[in-house]
């Protein structure tokens, strides 16, 4: 499973903007060989190792900064990624954006990111839906977690208000199904 190099920008830009003051602290507790990878230009259009570059940053930001919470962490990481890739140029299109037609392109968005990818909508209601994606990473809630935060956090930049979610048993192989309801 790989991510594209704008995922890793986006992990690099939360904790410098989010954890200024503990930055350094996470950057020297990369492994050496990810530690050159965040500390020199990362290319958005490359295709990076999920485990190596996405999980352990992500993994080493619970630890330093979230008292090993995995799923606080990610869960916030997903929200300030909803929050820096859908502020820009998708503004005008999430004032106009149904929950619905939002999610739906969350499905193209997520394969833009990831590959290889599966991303299933289903159960779609008009105050609720279940999304289901391909896990990134086998038993690990990390990554779920970060995938989680951002559909909310989206959610609510198209002013849904007081979005829940609910981890719901998978319908589909190798995937983890989330359920998302909103008023």
Not at 9 to 36: C, G, M
Not at 87 to 100: D, E, H, R, S, W
Request: proline share 3%; hydrophobic share 40%.
């Amino acid at each position: 499973m790989q991510v594209k190099g704008t995922g890793l920008i986006s992990t690099r830009t939360f904790v410098k903007e989010k954890h200024a003051s503990q930055y350094s602290a996470w950057l020297n507790a990369l492994p050496a060989d990810i530690k050159r990878a965040f500390s020199e230009v990362i290319q958005t259009s490359q295709w990076y190792d999920v485990e190596k570059f996405y999980y352990q940053p992500l993994k080493v930001v619970s630890q330093i900064m979230y008292q090993g919470d995995d799923k606080k962490a990610a869960f916030a990481a997903g929200q300030f990624s909803a929050d820096y890739g859908l502020k820009g140029v998708y503004k005008v299109f999430l004032m106009i954006a149904t929950p619905q037609s939002l999610m739906k392109a969350a499905k193209r968005i997520i394969a833009l990111y990831y590959q290889p990818v599966s991303v299933e909508l289903d159960e779609i209601q008009k105050k609720s839906l279940v999304l289901s994606t391909t896990k990134l990473q086998k038993n690990s809630d990390l990554l779920d977690y970060r995938t989680i935060g951002w559909c909310v956090r989206a959610l609510e930049l198209a002013n849904c208000k007081n979005v829940q979610h609910e981890k719901v048993e998978a319908k589909y192989p190798d995937m983890f199904s989330v359920k998302l309801s909103w008023d």
